[in-house]
Every structure is written in C-alpha cells, then in structure tokens.
C-alpha cells in the first residue's frame, strides 16, 4: 500500500529496531486496527478505564512513562496529560502521524525504547555473524510516578524470536524457548520492583474458536508466566469471526493489575 511505503520512508528508526522488522510489525498492527476497529473498541475502551483508574490513585503526578504507547489507541492522552506534569510515551515506533498528535501537549513526549533491552545486540550478532542471543537484561531504573506497561507483555518475544530464526542459526528450539521466557519474565520483574505505582495491562491467553464457535485451541501468550488474580479481566476479540466457513475467530484474554510500592522519599 502506498501509506504504508510512505510511513515506511517518514518514519524516524534506528538501524537495529528497523533491521529486526518491528516497522513491518507495527505498520501490520495499523492495518489490522483500522479492519477490526468495532470488535476492538471494547478493549480500548476497558484499557483506558482501567489506566484513568490508576493514575487518578497516584501519589505522586510528577510523571507517568507509558510503555507500548504504540498507535495511541488504547492511551487517554489528553487524561494523563492533565493528571501529570510529564507524560513520557516509550515504544519502539512512533509513525509520524502520532508525532503530530503528541505535539498537541506541552508536557508530553515521545521516546524510542527497547523495553527488552536485546534488539541492538541481536541485530549486532546478525550483522557479526554470531549466532548467540543475548542476555536478557532489565532496563534501567526510571522516576516515574506511574508506570504503565500497556498490552506488549505477550507481545515482547514475538519480533527478536522470528529475527532470530530467520537468521541465527543452529539453536535449539527449547533454548530459544527459554530465552523467550526470560524476555517474558524479565519486564514483569522488573515492573514488581519499581516505586511509586504501576499499571500492568496484558492478555495472558488465547482462544481460537472455528465458524461454529466451537473452541480448537488454547494457550497461553506469556510463556506460562505466573500472574496474580487481575484486578480487572476481560476478552478482546482481536480476530472476529471471518465471513466464510474456513476462518477462526481469536480471542485474548486480558488482566488489569495496579500495585504500588512506597517512593523512595517515603523511605526515611
């Protein structure tokens, strides 16, 4: 599509993040959100509820990060821009057409980040011939108020594992299992240890149903990752039904968490 190859020429990247296909990912995600715009709205709509909920519980309104700010979609923007005194948006795309609707607020901006922290070093080891993923490591500690990981928990192997098997070779399936797992584990350890609040929004299952709506397979998103009750749940129809017989549906299912840990100037 032509939109597609001019977003592809306008978008600001970095070499790596571009090399590992998460433009051709994101630029899939558009397509798919404008054809299933209906089915999805219902889990906008219960995402940005349950996002407003939480910040309006903060403490502290100094900063709200938003990882996996993504198309906007699912982001009360105008909100949290009035709740905080700076609202950081972070994800590894930004198409220029949400550059231009971030410019609308003062305190808002936009900031291209790995939350894996391996894309640079798996596309390094590609370019070097080294058929190695890498360490799985935690990003670096931020000062935020809020944080709010927003629907990418399932989605954080999904890129560097299809880079990796198009160009790694000679792993095993279940080291690439494990590492996979790790990326998984990793960003919601991470989020359990930061201070201030956190908002955790991510769908944990799937369910595929064929024409009939008779259920053919489920699994989980997150690698079997242990998560508590949510404080909030519910399904998104992210595939809908098809308009002949040979299509399935896919719904997810999706928690809401929100858990807070004292600042640490609330320590003494």
């Known amino acids: 599509m032509l939109s597609d190859l001019i977003t592809s020429l306008t978008t600001p990247m970095s070499p790596a993040l571009r090399g590992l296909g998460y433009l051709d990912e994101a630029l899939d995600m558009r397509r798919r959100a404008g054809i299933n715009r209906a089915a999805w709205q219902p889990h906008l709509d219960h995402t940005r509820r349950f996002v407003l909920s939480v910040a309006e519980k903060c403490r502290n309104r100094n900063k709200a990060v938003i990882l996996g700010s993504g198309l906007l979609l699912d982001v009360p923007l105008a909100e949290l821009s009035a ?64 944080i709010v990981s927003l629907n990418i928990l399932s989605q954080l192997w999904v ?7 198009r160009n790694l070779r000679g792993l095993a399936a279940d080291q690439v299992d494990d590492w996979c797992r790790q990326l998984v584990a990793s960003h919601y350890e991470w989020l359990c240890t930061r201070p201030g609040d956190v908002c955790l929004i991510a ?36 595939v809908p039904p098809g308009k002949d017989a040979r299509s399935a549906s896919k719904e997810l299912l999706v928690g809401a968490w929100h858990w807070s840990r004292p600042l640490a100037s609330n320590r003494d």
């Open 83 to 146: 709740h905080f005194s700076e609202v950081v948006l972070k994800d590894v795309v930004c198409f220029p057409e949400i550059r231009k609707q971030i410019r609308n607020f003062a305190n808002v901006t936009f900031v291209e980040h790995d939350v894996t922290g391996v894309a640079e070093h798996l596309y390094r080891n590609k370019q070097h011939a080294m058929n190695q993923l890498p360490e799985v490591m935690p990003p670096a500690d931020d000062d935020a108020g809020l």
């Open 203 to 238: 769908d944990h299952a799937f369910i595929k149903r064929d024409h009939h709506g008779t259920v053919i397979s489920r699994d989980t998103t997150v690698y079997g990752l242990a998560l508590p009750p949510p404080d909030a749940s519910w399904a998104w129809n992210i």
């Open 159 to 165: 890129v560097p594992r299809a880079f990796a098997a």
